[in-house]
Each structure stands twice: as structure tokens, then as C-alpha cells.
């Protein structure tokens, strides 16, 4: 039986001049753009080195996937459905490509510029296209009131998710509760609250020897960095129906994470501040979720983190992704997996949280 | 049948006057001690903010049980002979107390004073009592020669473990061939190298909401991001006999790591450099090694991780530790486990690694 799943972690490829079009007039200069440099397309974006991303370049179907390697599905939503289609995807969460790193751009009005811009383009491209398509809207979080003002607005347009950038502001991390406004905000609008690796930083963190595998192994961390300030400090106990996502990540870790907390939490009694009524792991396992491709490692330890904190995500288009052999994928790491367990894994729970059922309830999923 | 175990990670607890002491005269009033401030008992250390630590005092059996709040067999070799005994424990791989924090020192004379010190008295005290206690020589890397020459006297008194500090001095991270000579010496004496959660940082790097949680989760981080800088940078490529050993860091990351390394290196290979024969996770497994006591998430993931890399430990005498329910804690996390991996876990693979073999062959292990 062929079964559909959702993806709660893929990614659209916004075109080269979205912002240059989309800014107002005195930004347009320093808005964020893929440029040529020396025959070499880079990301450039205000407060990040100029970066280079994507796959090398192959066949010339479009400048956009020339500059990124990615296919045109990234911003083209009928040629994404028809990859998806072939596929077995069914709904996707979308996260960005260049606004990933929009986070990081020092002045406030061209940061939420951008994200507005973003969130625009989002909305009309893909989440208008098809309910399919769920997009996570880039919140920037350093001015809290404008970052409620725009969840409200992305909340009017139908984007499904409040994406925050992994790490937090400098001076105000996420056990501080200037952001109880931001938790409030999404949880009214019933949007999970996404964090994806690698934003609110330099993903760059070492450029040395074993650098290009240390770094991916860096932005994982802060996903476990992450979870770990939002169930220890008690926001997902104040907010007990806040979901949080962990995106990109793998899931691998989850299970030390949780035995981790507990055990400082058990242990360390005596310098543990706030008493949580439950340990830790009780508010991952009930609001937590990560998102993994092509990693078996989470589903072996779904005994130990329960089975809903556990979303599959395909990360198409990217290299790393499953995309176009998911099936292939699914099989291999869900071996030996129920069917019930699987499919909460790969469709119900994303579709719970995301609005990714199937419009047509007779069709098999 | 009873099995006699190895602890892969046990503490001393120096004596509160060790470096007052036996440092030079002039080195004396800047020694690493503990004193008593306003009531309370602090660690201090120069290069790092006092600190209280140990569990909270108990009874009054010694000064330094007072102090620290660990059991005396933390500094006298016959209580805690009479303790493993009692707890079904035979060898023990040693760690510090107070000179874990002895590599932030930022004077390489006092430095260099507090490590040579703590290895003499650690030799003199528990590596001279038995051969079940394998002591890991506290080794600074700022100066690698130092290092070196420091690493040939500690194999000369019989201690069998270099240890490292978890973060590598600033600007000098270890996928840095400046350490070559470090990982030869040890290779060249069998030692395994270890680096325990914690050292060369402040291991305090949350002070807000859920700090105690938090900061018990980042020191395990250290461990995940070690691990990878000497697998992805090829060290232990170069170095095919080194082992390398992450203490008290739990192991069900283990598993997550060797796949998210492994996928970078695939996927991102346009990126990656050295190009390693084989994907990062075939040295972890050939030469990497983690501890935990209470968790059960890395034994369920043994068969991504392989056996070798799993070393049981019981962190003894600190509170976390499994004494004196050892045999509850091994029956509860290896429940379904084989008798050959268990002992391979719980025994075997320290045993080899730092010479704890039982001393009488028809001793039952």
C-alpha cells in the first residue's frame, strides 16, 4: 500500500530579486540578492560573509536554479507539485533559502523589511497556490511588539508556522521572558512555533580542517541548545499548548536530550530554578517535535521520546534531502515500524500541527 | 550470576590543602584550594569565578566530605575499595575534582605546577594503592611541548589516560595538527585520551531560568562537538591507534553524530575537506568511546553505534552517580541485553583500553 506523507521541513528558492523588487526604494540597494562574483553565485546579506549555497550548478533551466543548484520547484509552486507528485509527498511546511539568514541583518528596518518581503512573496506564491503548501512565516524576535504585530499579520494571511531564528538575540535568550508575548501570540493563532538550524548565527562556525562536517554537526547543536532552554526554563510549562519545532536537526539526539535534563533536573535538585512540576522531558515529549530526513537513529528511540515529538521532513529541494528517492528512504528507516507509528511520524502529526490533511478524506494516505 | 563491572569515569576528590601543599613556595598562596566563604564552601581557582560544588554537606566524617560533600573514599583508597566492593564494582578509571578546572589557569607556570602536582599525588595515592584504579594524568595543551614532556612522565609512574580539556584553548581547536605530537605520545604509551564535560570552559554558561538544566546539556555539547572535530578533521584517520574517550556525557548522541556526520560528508562533499577514506562515522567507531551511567538511550543504539564505543560508568562518589545502586541501575538499562554485549560494555572494552583487567583470571567478571 502506497501511503502519502507530509514534509515538515522543506524549502522554497526565493527568486534572485525578490527583495530588490519588493523593498521599499531606499533599501533596494542593500537588500539581501544572489549576485555573481568573479563567476561564482553568492548570497549576499547584510551582517553574513558573502555566501555561496546550494549544489554546484547543473543544465540551466532558470538564473535562479543556475545561481543555487536547486530545482525550479523551489519557487515554482505547479513544478513543486509535480515533484512532490512523483514523489509520494503530499504537504509540505516551506521554510526559506536566502531569509534564512535575514536574522542576522543588524538594522531593524531593513531585518523586518526583508521579512515582511518574504512573508509577502510566501503567501502569494505558495500558501495561495495550495493548502498543500504551509509556510512558516520569518519572524525576527530583537523588538518583541513588532514581532507580535507581524504574527498577527502572517496569522490574517494564512501562513501556518512563527519561524524564529535558532539562536537568540545576544543578551536575551529564549529562557528570558521578554518573548512570553511572542509564545502568547503564535499559540492564539494555534501556529507552532519552528526554529531551523543555522539561522540567528553564522553557520560557519569553523572553516579548518573537517570544517564543512563540524559545522553541520555545529547547527545541530544549537537545536539541542534550544530545546533544552525552552523546556528547562519553563516556557513550555507556562505555555502548555505552544508546540515547538526543532527543524533540520535529526532526531537522534532527542532521546539523551530528555534522559540529560532529567537526570540534572533529579540530580542537581538543589540549584535547579524554576521547579518544574514535571521533569523536563514531560514538556518535550508533550510539545516538542524535531524534524529528520534520512536518519534512522530518532525512530529506533521512539520508546524512549514517544512517538509525537518525531516528524518526518524530506528538506526538498536540497542535496541532503530525500527528494527524489523518498520512498526508497521511508523504507529503509522505517523498517520494522508499525504501520500506525509510521504514518503518525510521516503525516498525522505534521498535519495536526500544520493544517496538512488530505482535502479529500477517501483518498489513501 | 554477579558480574564485577568497570567504571569507565569515577572521580577523587583531592584533599582541600593538595596543591598548598606541594606547589613551589611562590606558587603557594595562588594554589588551587578550598576555602571557606561566608559559611559556604568554594572551589578557587584562579581563571575562574569561585564555585560551589559536591552535594550538600552531610555529616562530618572529614573536612573535605564537610567541604565537598562527597564520600570519603574520594580521597583514601581503602574506603573506596570497601565501597566498589560493596557495589559490585571492580576497576576504575579516575578523574579529578577540583584540578578538572586546573586547565583555565592562565598562568602557564601555575598551570603547569597545579597539573604535575595533581598526577604525583594522584600516583601516590590511588595508582600506587591498586591496579584497579587507572588514573588519567591531568595535561594542559596550551604548550604542546610541555604537554608532551609531561605525557612521558605520567606513563614513567604508571598513570594509563591523558587527559584533555573538552574545549580546546582559543584559536587552537583540535583539528589543528599543532596536537600531532600530543596524540604520538600518547599512541606511543597505549594511553587512551579523555575529555571530560566541562574542562577548559566555565561549565557555568546559564545563570537565568533553568540554568542548573541547561548548563548540564551544553557541557554535553562539548562532548558531541569534540568528537566531531577529531573525526571530521582527520586525527583519528592519521592516528589509527589513538583512542579517544568523551566522560560523562551520556552516549545516546552517539548514534545521531555518526549520521549527521556522515551525511555532510556525503551530501556536502563539494565542501569537505580532508577527504577522509571512509565517512567520519567509521573512526568514531574504530576509536571513539563515551561514557554514561544512568541513560539507557545509548544501549538501545547499539546497533548503530557498535558496542566498542559504549563505556558503562558510575561517576563515583557525585550525586549523579549510580552508587550504591549499581546493580539496580546496570539490570534496569541493560534489561534485554545480551550477556556478550553487556559485558563488552560494562567490562571488556575498559578493561583493554585502560589495563583493568581482573588480576586472578578465575576471578568471575
Redesign the interface.
Known sequence: MTQLVNSADSHVVEPLDLWVQRLPKHLKERAPRIEEVDGRWLFVVEGMPPRKMG??SQGSESRTKEATGFRPGGSDPDLRAKDLDEDGVWGEVLYPTIALFGYMIPDPELRWATARAYNDWLTETFAAASTRFAGAAMIPVQEVDTAVAEIERVAGLGLRSVMLPMQAPEGA?Y??DRYDPVWAAARSHAMPVSFHVGTGMNPVH?R???????????V??GA??TL??L????VLERFPELHVVMVEC????L???M???D???E??A?????KLAEP?SFYVRRQGHVTFG?????V??R??TGVEPLLWASDYPH??GTWPHTRETLARIFAGVGDDERRRITFDTTARLYGLELPDPKVDA
Chains 1, 2 share one sequence.
Open positions: 549544489g554546484p535568550p529562557n528570558s569553523e579548518g580542517p573537517g570544517g564543512a562536517v563540524i559545522n553541520y554537526v555545529e545541530g547543536l539541542q541548545r533544552a532552554y523546556a528547562a526554563s519553563g535529526g532526531a537522534g539526539w532521546s539523551w536530550l534522559e540529560r535534563m537526570e540534572a533536573f540530580e542537581h538543589g540549584w535547579v530554578k524554576p523536563p534520512n536518519d534512522g537513529a530518532g529506533v528511540n520508546d524512549f542535496p541532503e
